[in-house]
RNA sequence: GGCCGAGUGGCGGAAUAGGCAGACGCACGGGACUUAAAAUCCUGUGGAGGGUUACCUCCGUGCGGGUUCGAGUCCCGCCUCGGCCACCA
């Protein structure tokens, strides 16, 4: 009994593709082809897990593409690989004491095992791991590229795309040198040193000592994008405190404007735009300069508070025609307070002003009365987490220096804070606080009773609290401009003055590059340590023949608590060495952060197994850029930008021939599990409890019990028991998770379905993008489909597999050759756009009208067979065979189809009286209004409606319908 | 709090470009086959009301308005849910 088996069909056919090398893509098109297409998954993190129902996900969808483009003459590159450096390899290593390779290579076969099981066309020739050697050389040889990058802003060129471009990432010995250190001749010792300082200080690579985020349960610092808002960190949720090392920092604030310009001619979800946009946070204001009052000689102020000084104040006066001669200096004097603002328009509105806490002029400005409070403050602020700052509910704190600046426009002396609300790390660590207009500056100024002067008028409402645009008032000759132009008119003016400049600001920090852990790329660097072996802050590179700088083989790579990273404790002969010139060299013994493999890993796969370079020059133009990359939202930020900056770097020196790597970007939305239907009761009393009732209910006192989907009824918004209908009943899809116990492993459907099924599956839950619930039923249904179209191909009651007699080499009547084109445009249509789930419901309707036929021509079935294939492609091949072919289909062409064949001679049209639907009627396909009318009058059903009333309109859309509009 | 997205049967979801709301699948009901079950096949299924059978009427795409001959689709104002970011001056 020759049943739907896919355990038999699924399993040769993988072994048949293994054999044959069906996938295996040569970098040279091969004949016949035209044009290449990159189709790219975000390959995985191979964790102890295995495989989850969400990584299918993406993958059938790509791999869809792939098969049918490759029936369309594609030469598609797509590949697979791993993702494996990384926290938990390392943390599951300590927990168990197997070396973290032992467990990635593991993991990574069980991955790749699931992902044969699969069916995916991958060509698994070109698979790699991030932590292959011959890989992270080229992930070192790159780091060394950004290393030997500075970026020059104003240089001005053509890329290999033929854009003239402003702005480059330029080598490091074309950098310009000061005056001061490009003498003429061999430098000496001390301007030498002096010059690879002043290099190191432009690398897009540098070192810093700076608060960075140390999470002491993870033993690491981790970059902003990995600290959550509240503090903790991404992964494990462990708390993160603000401390000063020394780190690797990446310069990608340099890229900044491209990052955000570039971004506009992708074909990326907007949202994913936006929230990189955001991420990026590109302000326009201006910078402005406030003289600080006495400053030069704290605690003696030449006027006192509550002096009426305003704009006559003689140092003032001074400052200003000073200012006025000098024009706007690039660094403030010592006693002049620079602030960033993006409202000037509200300079006039400024009743105080704050400072980080960590700015350096708060020692200089703050009065002996003032000192130890402001000491105080900025010890306590230092030590605040950022869980601390945020939990504070807001509540805004500070302290006055004491000190007084002069606001430059009208001389009025106002004080100067210091408050953690405001960020060192942002504009110029100083802000004008404009209480009126600003919701921070307000909370601060009502906690601290400091004056609120309202400078713009509302349109609609209250003054005070607006923050939106206005006309100005209280801000002297600039009254009754609105906010555009008085931005404009006043930025201009302060820069005439030179009191203030146009100012841009980025939220986008630089890039903390280094973490203190063993499962990482280790940095390709020495450090010159001076006589008595401590670090000089000089580097020196790993030459590029000498790469890759190799893990050291180590025992014991767990943290200690403090937060030396474990590769100080490697070997001394890996640890340390003599340059030829007999300086101590010291290595590196930070490693790279997980994105690093990330960054670049799609450029591998053009050419994975070069020796000579990280990618051809030739093989890198062939196939970039990525034509497709499916991959879920959560990595929008982190590794789209990451990857973005790395391959911005890349192209300006010249190894890419493409400024972006990825043309076109979709996000797969995420699986839940199955919908639950839950009631609730309380633990004491026993009794139910309604969904919101339970929600307020402590943890441990409400019992929760699930019911069966059959055992409920919808009434009115919600559910309730269908035994007892007073009982509500609350239904929803949760996340996957192991603690909730809704996780669906991919090997169990596979084992009871197929991969077939669950690719197909997959594909019909929804729209790929869409968050959408697992449901067990559903993949019978698909399961269903599936033996229904063996069943329209083979007869069941044959003792062994063979072609059913209905299936007849006889010609297709006219409505069948008009389903199957119909069915062949509405699949190829559907998988252009991505939306599977049509697709697959067009060859359910194909099949349902087919089965019926007798005989079923072969002309209809053979095609169909070609459009099931990219979706289920085991059973397509299975079915093929049976056909009489003895090739795999995935090179056989894609069905075309014919317009003719679509057309209908006469079709059923809606009549409508007054809007509303009152009958229909067949009228010729090609029939214009005035024909359609009457036909449409002359219907029994409609002249009803019609009689006895006045038609005064008639609207026929020929082809669409016809509507009377009577009285 | 800000930004983005989404609300359509019991459920997942369809519906070029404003033109028959609910394709396809699940679940459920009825029937056939069977000693029986499974499997399969046929068939019904948005709600309410009416009718003698193949039928008719009204309501219906989160809520309230608007534009239009005609609105799930466009506009205005709300509500709810989900996601992301949250002191960035």
Redesign the pocket.
Known sequence: MP?YDPHRIEPKWQQVWDDRGTFVTPNKPPPGTTGKLYVLDMFPYPSGAGLHVGHPEGYTATDIVCRYARMKGKHVLHPMGWDAFGLPAEQHAIKTGTHPRVTTDQNIETFKRQLKMLGFSYDWSREFSTTDESYYRWTQWIFLQLYDTWYDPEYEWTGPDGQRRRGKGRPIAELPLPPSLSQAGTPDATTTVAIRRYQDAHRLAYQTEAPVNWCPALGTVLA??EV???GTSEIGGHPVERRPLRQWMLRITAYAERLLAELDDLDWP??IK??QR??I?K?I?AEVDFLVDGASNPGDSVSKPGDSVAGTHPDFHAWKAHRGKSGFPPTPEPNVLR?????PDTLFGATYM?V?PEHPLVDRIATPAQRAAVDEYRRKTALKS?LD??D?A????GVFTGAYAFNPVNGERIPIWIA???????????????PAH????L??AQTFHLPVIDVVQNPAGDNIGFTGEGTAIHSGSYNGLPTAEFKRRITADLAAAGLGREAV???L?DWLFSRQRYWGEPFPLWHELDAEGNLTGLVRTVPESELPVTLPEMEDFKPKGTPEPPLSWAPEEWLYATAPDGTRLKRETNSMPQWAGSCWYYLRFCDPHNCERFVDPAVEKYWMPVDLYIGG??H??LHLLYSRFWHKVLFDRGYVSTPEPFRRLVNQGMILGE?EFRVFKDASTGRYLSPEEAERTPEGQVISERVA??D???QGEG?VLKADPSVRVE?R?Y?MSKSRGNVINPDDIVREYGADALRLYEM????LE????W?M??V??????L??VW?MFVDERAETVTLDAAVQDVPPTVAQQRLLHKTIKAVTEDIEKL?F??A???M??F??AF??YNPRPRACLEPFVLLLAPFAPHIAEELWELLGHDESLTYASWPAWDEQMLIETE????V?V???????VRVPAEADAARMQAIAEAEP?IQ??LAGKQVI?V?A?PG??V?F?VR
Do not use: C
């Open positions: 049943r902003n994008e959550l808002a509240d907007e949202s936006l929230l955001n991420w946070g302000s204001g602030v960033y603002t993006t409202r704050v980080a950022d700052r945020t504070l807001r509540e805004k704190t953690d609300y405001v960020l060192i790390s942002y504009g110029t660590g100083a802000i004008m606080a404009v600003d919701e921070r500056d909370a601060f600001n980025y939220r920090r939202a959560e929008a930020v919908t989907e059959t409920v009824v919808k559910f239904a899809a996340k019909f839950m929804g729209p869409q968050v959408k619930p449901s039923s559903g019978e249904g698909v399961y269903r489909f033996a229904r069943r939306s789930n049509t697959i419901s067009r359910m309707e099949t349902n089965t019926g079709i059923e049209i809606p409508q007054n809007g509303k639907l009152r009958g229909k059903s009803a409606h309109k609207v859309v669409r319908m509507n509009v």
